[in-house]
C-alpha cells in the first residue's frame, strides 16, 4: 500500500491506530444501543458497519478515502466489542460460559491468523491490486454473520429486564443444562429486575459509581484490566511483526510475511487452550500464568535487541527473536488476551453491564491506539530493546494487580457476582 499509494511511515502509523480511537465512538454507543435495542439487533447494525468499512478502503483513491473507511470500520469494531463478549455473558450457562465468553477473543484472533494468511497470498500480486483484497476480503465474514444471526436469540436478561418473562424463558430453556438450572437463572434473573437492577441512565451508571464502593471495585477491575492487556504490547506485535523480526536481522520479506502466520497460527492456537482451561482451572490461575510469562518474555525478547541490535543476516539471533516472539504470543493469548474479556463482562452487574462493558472497552481502544500509533515513533526514541523492556515492566505490574485484586470467578453465576463485589 505504502508503494502504491506513496504514503508515509508516519501515515502507515496513524492508519494502523486510528482504527482504534474511531472505535469509541462504536464502544460507547454500544451500551446504550443495547439496553434500547437489544443485543441481537445490536449485532445486526455492527455487521452493517463491517461491510462497509472494507469496502470503503478496498476502493479508496487515497489516503483520505482510505482514512474514512478505517472510520466506518473503527465504529463497528467498538460494538462488537462491547456486545459479543456481554451477549455470550449473558447467554451462557455458568458451567460453560468461561469457554462461550473466550469465543469472541478466539474469533478475533482466528481472523488475525486468517489475515496473515491472505496477506502471504496476496503479496505476489501486482501492487496496486494486493492491498485492495487485503481489504475486501473484510467483506466475507459479514455474509456469514448475516446468516448466523437469523438463528440467534435475544438475551434472556435484557427480555426480562424488558419485562418480557415469557420469552425469556423460552431462551433459558434451550439455553440451560437442565431445566431446574433454566428456573433458576430465570428467578436469579428476576430477583436482580425487581430489585432495580434491570437497567439504568447513563447517569445512574456514574452516580452509583460515586456513591457505592463495590460499583467503583468493578469499574476500577475494569478499566485496569483492559489497560493492562493493550499496554503490555501485544498490538506492537501483531501490527508491526514483519518490522520487529527485520530489526533482529530477518531480511527476507516473504520469510517475515511467512513468520507473520507462524505467530498467529500461535496467538489462535493459545486461545484454544485458553477456552479449555478457564472452567476447569479458573480465570485467576490462567491470568497470573499469563502475565508472568508475558514479563519473562518481554525481558527476553528487549535483552536479545539489547545485546545483538544491529545484527544482520545472523541466523541464531533471529531465530531466538522468533521463538520469543512466539513464546510471548502464546503467553499473552492463554490468559490476559481472552480472559480481560470474560472476567470483565462477568463481574459487571446486570444494570451496568452494556454501559460497564463500553466504559471498559474504550479504555482499551484508546490504549490499543496509543501503542500502534507511537510504536514505531518509540523504538526509535529509545531503541527496540527499550521499548520492550517498558513492555516487561507494564506486564509485571499487571501481574502484580490481578494477584492483589482479583478474586476467582469460576463457576458462579452472574447474580452470584454481586454478592462477590457487593454490587446489589
Not at 482451572?281 to 527476553?300: E, H, I
Not at 471498559?360 to 515513533?377: C, L, Y
Amino acid at each position: 500500500m505504502a508503494d502504491d499509494l506513496g504514503v508515509s511511515d508516519r501515515q502507515i502509523e496513524v492508519l494502523s491506530g486510528a482504527i482504534n480511537i474511531y472505535s469509541l465512538i462504536g464502544a460507547l454507543l454500544a451500551g446504550w444501543t443495547s439496553d434500547r435495542l437489544g443485543r441481537r439487533l445490536t449485532i445486526v447494525l455492527t455487521n452493517g458497519f463491517f461491510l462497509a468499512g472494507p469496502l470503503v478502503m478496498a476502493l479508496a483513491g487515497g489516503y483520505a478515502a482510505l482514512m474514512a473507511g478505517r472510520f466506518v470500520a473503527g465504529i463497528g469494531v467498538g460494538y462488537a466489542l462491547v456486545i459479543a463478549p456481554v451477549y455470550a455473558a449473558e447467554i451462557a450457562p455458568a458451567s460453560s460460559r468461561g469457554l462461550l465468553s473466550s469465543l469472541p477473543e478466539i474469533f478475533i484472533n482466528g481472523g488475525v491468523m486468517l489475515s496473515y494468511v491472505s496477506n502471504f497470498v496476496f503479496s505476489g500480486l501486482p501492487v496496486h491490486l494486493s492491498w485492495r483484497l487485503m481489504f475486501a476480503a473484510g467483506v466475507v465474514p459479514t455474509v456469514f454473520l448475516a446468516a448466523g444471526v437469523l438463528t440467534m436469540p435475544e438475551s434472556p436478561r435484557w427480555l426480562a429486564m424488558k419485562g418480557r418473562r415469557d420469552e425469556a424463558k423460552l431462551v433459558l430453556d434451550r439455553t440451560s443444562d437442565t431445566p431446574a438450572e433454566a428456573e433458576q437463572r430465570l428467578q436469579e434473573i428476576e430477583e436482580v429486575v425487581t430489585g432495580g437492577g434491570g437497567g439504568g441512565s447513563g447517569a445512574s451508571v456514574w452516580k452509583e459509581a460515586a456513591t457505592k464502593a463495590g460499583v467503583r471495585r468493578v469499574l476500577s477491575i475494569v478499566l485496569t484490566l483492559q489497560f493492562f492487556q493493550q499496554a503490555s504490547g501485544i498490538d506492537s506485535v501483531v501490527l508491526y511483526g514483519p518490522r520487529v523480526l527485520a530489526a533482529a536481522g530477518v531480511t527476507s520479506n516473504t520469510l517475515l510475511l511467512g513468520l507473520n502466520v507462524l505467530f498467529g497460527i500461535a496467538k489462535a492456537g493459545s486461545i484454544l487452550i485458553a477456552m479449555a482451561l478457564t472452567d476447569r482451572v479458573g480465570r485467576r490461575p490462567l491470568l497470573l500464568a499469563s502475565t508472568g510469562g508475558m514479563t519473562a518474555t518481554l525481558l527476553v525478547l528487549g535483552s536479545v535487541f539489547a545485546v545483538f541490535a544491529g545484527a544482520k543476516d545472523d541466523a541464531a539471533v533471529a531465530t531466538v527473536a522468533v521463538a520469543v516472539v512466539v513464546a510471548f504470543v502464546c503467553t499473552f493469548s492463554v490468559g490476559l488476551g481472552p480472559l480481560a474479556w470474560v472476567y470483565s463482562s462477568e463481574i459487571l452487574p446486570l444494570r451496568l453491564r452494556g454501559q460497564g462493558a463500553g466504559i471498559g472497552t474504550a479504555m482499551n481502544r484508546v490504549i490499543s491506539g496509543v501503542v500502534t500509533m507511537t510504536f514505531i515513533s518509540l523504538y526509535g526514541a529509545i531503541t527496540m530493546a527499550g521499548a520492550f523492556y517498558l513492555y516487561a515492566a507494564i506486564a509485571a505490574a499487571s501481574f502484580v494487580f490481578i494477584y492483589a485484586c482479583l478474586p476467582e470467578t469460576r463457576g458462579r453465576s452472574l447474580e452470584d457476582m454481586e454478592e462477590l463485589f457487593h454490587t446489589k
